[in-house]
């Protein structure tokens, strides 16, 4: 169903919905027959949400197709990412509430470290602390390549964010450079299209001189680029469903995407206190809150089955809290999975909890990917989920006559 379709069927409501994310919250078992992350945390709050609820998975880009942070949460907006098709730049931008304008190319930027070859040793220069990559990022922002105006901003850690406004409109079709694995260089910079081709020369000057000025640094001495991306022009999440839009996250990215859909996002501290203060505080303004738990994530990509566990269990400690500020419709899932087993996002489908509303009898008693693979709500694409909310929460008419 299209997205101007849904907006057909909007029908007025007071209630409330909260959609919390936990970053990369599907994972694996790390022996087989054993349980997964999710499953192996002690989780009774999100237990007690099933029978009043259902559970099920959900793909958020198609099955066996790893998903970037990106697609999969613009999936959990209800925006199919195979549609609406964004590069990260764009949403690190609007993270940071940089002043993007039409025709600005916007790229995700990585400090990476490299040896004497050339070859990554560690990609996110282990994680180069805020505090250190801002003084790179003031350095790598004096280089200016003829053709364009060049703006380089920190977001967080070992992130930053590269602008070039050209002289005149040009095509943006470049692929990463980032080739996702240690022991071999950069990958070049290269149009994917030749009317792309003099954008993609004037980044690869840019990369020569970031390289040369970062040559001395002992960490962080290099960068890669990813999601080559333009401001688009898609239907906005307020006017398609109905709602006013509030989202709160610690990392830039998730506010970007937020924004770049219409929601208005706020900063937090990373932590579950601070997005359990921000609901309780907007709860009378907003009727959608879209709160982001980046913890999860981290955790699976450092292949840390454990800690991941723990996070689980730290939100499970914070539910009734969010429960107690008032949402009729409560979704809890995750954008991808990040099984700590492969230190990385994987294709598997995401377990999700949706409570309240109208339900039928939910035979899951807890909230894990077993359960939810013969749960109420099945097995289900990721932008299925935001509409079968906003109808729990009575917030759609009939289709048709």
């Given at each position: 169903?299209?997205?101007?379709?849904?907006?057909?069927?909007?029908?007025?409501?007071?209630?409330?919905?909260?959609?919390?994310?936990?970053?990369?919250?599907?994972?694996?078992?790390?022996?087989?027959?054993?349980?997964?992350?999710?499953?192996?945390?002690?989780?009774?709050?999100?237990?007690?949400?099933?029978?009043?609820?259902?559970?099920?998975?959900?793909?958020?880009?198609?099955?066996?197709?790893?998903?970037?942070?990106?697609?999969?949460?613009?999936?959990?907006?209800?925006?199919?990412?195979?549609?609406?098709?964004?590069?990260?730049?764009?949403?690190?931008?609007?993270?940071?509430?940089?002043?993007?304008?039409?025709g600005d190319v916007a790229v995700r930027g990585n400090f990476c470290t490299v040896d004497d070859r050339g070859d990554i040793?560690?990609?996110?220069?282990?994680?180069?602390?805020?505090?250190?990559?801002?003084?790179?990022?003031?350095?790598?922002?004096?280089?200016?390549?003829?053709?364009?105006?060049?703006?380089?901003?920190?977001?967080?850690?070992?992130?930053?964010?590269?602008?070039?406004?050209?002289?005149?409109?040009?095509?943006?079709?470049?692929?990463?450079?980032?080739?996702?694995?240690?022991?071999?260089?950069?990958?070049?910079?290269?149009?994917?299209?030749?009317?792309?081709?003099?954008?993609?020369?004037?980044?690869?000057?840019?990369?020569?001189?970031?390289?040369?000025?970062?040559?001395?640094?002992?960490?962080?001495?290099?960068?890669?680029?990813?999601?080559?991306?333009?401001?688009?022009?898609?239907?906005?999440?307020?006017?398609?469903?109905?709602?006013?839009?509030?989202?709160?996250?610690?990392?830039?990215?998730?506010?970007?995407?937020?924004?770049?859909?219409?929601?208005?996002?706020?900063?937090?501290?990373?932590?579950?206190?601070?997005?359990?203060?921000?609901?309780?505080?907007?709860?009378?303004?907003?009727?959608?809150?879209?709160?982001?738990?980046?913890?999860?994530?981290?955790?699976?990509?450092?292949?840390?089955?454990?800690?991941?566990?723990?996070?689980?269990?730290?939100?499970?400690?914070?539910?009734?809290?969010?429960?107690?500020?008032?949402?009729?419709?409560?979704?809890?899932?995750?954008?991808?999975?990040?099984?700590?087993?492969?230190?990385?996002?994987?294709?598997?489908?995401?377990?999700?909890?949706?409570?309240?509303?109208?339900?039928?009898?939910?035979?899951?008693?807890?909230?894990?990917?077993?359960?939810?693979?013969?749960?109420?709500?099945?097995?289900?694409?990721?932008?299925?989920?935001?509409?079968?909310?906003?109808?729990?929460?009575?917030?759609?008419?009939?289709?048709?006559?």
């Open positions: 169903m299209k997205l101007t379709q849904i907006a057909d069927i909007v029908h007025p409501s007071d209630s409330k919905i909260l959609l919390l994310v936990l970053d990369g919250l599907g994972g694996l078992p790390l022996e087989t027959g054993g349980r997964t992350e999710l499953e192996t945390a002690r989780t009774p709050n999100l237990d007690a949400l099933l029978p009043a609820g259902g559970c099920g998975l959900h793909d958020p880009v198609a099955k066996g197709i790893t998903p970037g942070s990106g697609p999969g949460h613009l999936g959990l907006f209800g925006y199919d990412p195979l549609v609406y098709t964004i590069g990260r730049g764009v949403l690190e931008a609007l993270g940071i509430e940089f002043d993007l304008r039409d040793e560690d990609r996110r220069a282990g994680r180069l602390p805020t505090e250190e990559s801002a003084p790179l990022c003031e350095l790598l922002d004096e280089i200016q390549v003829p053709g364009a105006t060049w703006f380089v901003r920190p977001v967080k850690e070992h992130r930053f964010l590269v602008v070039a406004r050209p002289d005149e409109p040009l095509e943006s079709d470049i692929d990463d450079t980032d080739p996702e694995m240690t022991g071999v260089p950069p990958l070049p910079v290269t149009a994917r299209s030749e009317a792309s081709r003099p954008l993609a020369g004037m980044f690869a000057a840019w990369v020569d001189e970031a390289r040369e000025t970062l040559a001395s640094q002992p960490s962080g001495n290099m960068v890669l680029l990813r999601g080559f991306a333009q401001l688009p022009d898609w239907p906005r999440f307020p006017d398609v469903f109905g709602v006013r839009a509030f989202a709160a996250a610690a990392y830039p990215m998730y506010r970007g995407v937020a924004r770049l859909v219409g929601m208005e996002a706020a900063a937090v501290d990373d932590g579950l206190e601070a997005l359990a203060a921000e609901l309780e505080r907007r709860i009378d303004d907003y009727d959608f809150f879209f709160l982001h738990v980046k913890g999860t994530d981290k955790a699976g990509e450092d292949g840390d089955f454990d800690r991941k566990v723990a996070i689980i269990e730290e939100v499970d400690a914070v539910v009734p809290r969010l429960l107690a500020a008032g949402p009729d419709v409560v979704l809890v899932t995750g954008d991808h999975s990040t099984p700590a087993l492969m230190r990385s996002h994987s294709w598997h489908p995401v377990p999700f909890l949706m409570h309240g509303g109208p339900s039928r009898r939910e035979s899951a008693t807890s909230f894990g990917e077993t359960g939810c693979q013969s749960g109420s709500l099945g097995r289900l694409h990721s932008w299925e989920l935001m509409p079968l909310a906003a109808a729990r929460a009575g917030r759609f008419a009939k289709y048709g006559a």
